[in-house]
């Protein structure tokens, strides 16, 4: 792997990604993975962090030595009222990436360039003479993908959600483009789409599947799941089957790492070839039977780094 030159802005210092649960997160993959690419004295933890136990961790984060984290569920939302969220982290609802700044901690929403970046790496141009997108779902996810589109000048976007009334809540708040829909009205709102986005749990591992006939969206239409284990879904397989270009949520996993690791460590990291193939690695191996044999060990290619996963530490909590 070839050694990036240091800025005069790089820093050290560690960071972590905190949920409940966190053991499933490949986050430690990818910035330790930078870590050791820019040379950077730092690390990249899990930190599993109950709900009841939030505010304390962030107010002592930086007393631990952490500089910033990112978050996953269930704490997207919470982690607003404790800290200092730009504007786009407000209007999303949800955030996902912190970051000390002196004092203050501070927050925003890297999933909206990570969708967008992901999408753009996965289907160049994907975004020319683009009129008409359908999300599915209402949550976070769902209102950063949809806040993504309305950067990028997408005129006519629907978000289709079982609960009516959360799709309705989410449309309003995104702008006068953005409409909701019931799930009834699917096949109708095919006709003419251009770009077709899930961001809901269906079709993820241990979920029940996402069943929607493609057959009325346009041979030019672009399908994407946020979902990456597994990570060619039923969705993107019916998609593939008929020919339509497809983005998986990998591509977002990785894309929205990189505005993080540029404000904890000040050097933008690049989104490599190398690095998506030892993630799909991992989420390989994971995927394999309990005794299963290996092909591939987690994390490895050639040449490559060792994984975090391969070369893994007990971190405690910080108290």
Not at 204 to 213: A, T
Request: proline share 6%; net charge positive; charged share 25%.
């Amino acid at each position: 792997m070839k050694q990036p030159k240091k800025t005069a802005d790089q820093r050290g210092g560690a960071a972590c990604v905190i949920g409940w649960p966190i053991k499933h997160s490949r986050s430690p993959l990818i910035h330790n993975y930078w870590i050791k690419q820019h040379g950077i004295a730092g690390e990249y933890r899990r930190e599993e962090v109950a709900p009841d136990r939030l505010a304390d961790f962030l107010a002592r984060m930086g007393a631990a030595g952490y500089v910033g984290c990112n978050v996953t569920l269930p704490h997207k939302e919470a982690v607003l009222a404790l800290t200092e969220p730009d504007s786009r982290a407000r209007t999303v609802g949800a955030a996902n990436t912190l970051w000390l700044d002196g004092s203050h901690l501070r927050a925003t929403n890297t999933d909206v360039e990570g969708f967008l970046g992901g999408l753009d790496a996965a289907v160049p141009g994907w975004d020319k003479g683009m009129e008409k997108a359908v999300v599915l779902g209402s949550g976070g996810a769902a209102a950063a993908v949809t806040f993504g589109l309305v950067e990028r000048g997408v005129e006519n976007i629907r978000i289709v959600n079982r609960t009516y009334e959360r799709a309705e809540a989410l449309a309003k708040r995104l702008g006068t483009r953005v409409k909701p829909a019931r799930w009834e009205e699917m096949t109708g709102l095919c006709n003419g789409t251009q770009l077709l986005i899930n961001t809901t749990t269906l079709g993820m591992e241990g979920q029940p599947p996402l069943s929607i006939n493609l057959r009325s969206l346009p041979d030019s239409a672009v399908v994407a799941d946020i979902v990456y284990v597994p990570l060619e879904t039923q969705l993107l397989a019916a998609a593939k089957a008929r020919g339509l270009r497809t983005a998986d949520g990998l591509a977002m996993l990785l894309h929205q790492a990189v505005r993080g690791f540029s404000l904890w460590y000040g050097v933008v990291p690049e989104v490599t070839p190398e690095l998506r193939a030892i993630v799909e690695a991992d989420l390989m191996a994971a995927a394999k039977p309990t005794g299963a044999p290996a092909d591939t060990k987690p994390g490895e290619t050639k040449p490559s780094i060792k994984s975090p996963r391969a070369k893994r530490t007990k971190v405690k909590p910080a108290e």
